[in-house]
C-alpha cells in the first residue's frame, strides 16, 4: 500500500467523521450493525455490476496467490 492509498483513506474517513458531527450526529452512530450492512451490501452490488458475476465469483481465489 503506498503513502497516496494512506492519506486518501485517512482524509476520507476524517471528511466522513467531520461532515456528520458538524450536522449534530452523533460519531457512536457510525458503528451501529445497520451501518456496516449498508456498505458492505452497498460495496458488494456495486463491485458485481462493474465486473460482473464472473469476475466476482474469481475474486476469493485471487487472496490465496498472494
Sequence with gaps: MDL???LGILIGAGALVAG???DGGLIS???LFSAF???IGGSI???AISYGMKDV???PHL???F
Design 63 to 65: 487472496s490465496s496467490a
Design 37 to 39: 450492512i449498508i456498505v
Design 29 to 31: 452512530s457510525l458503528w
Design 20 to 22: 456528520f458531527s458538524l
Design 4 to 6: 497516496a492509498t494512506m
Design 45 to 47: 452490488g456495486s463491485l
Design 57 to 59: 465469483t474469481k475474486m
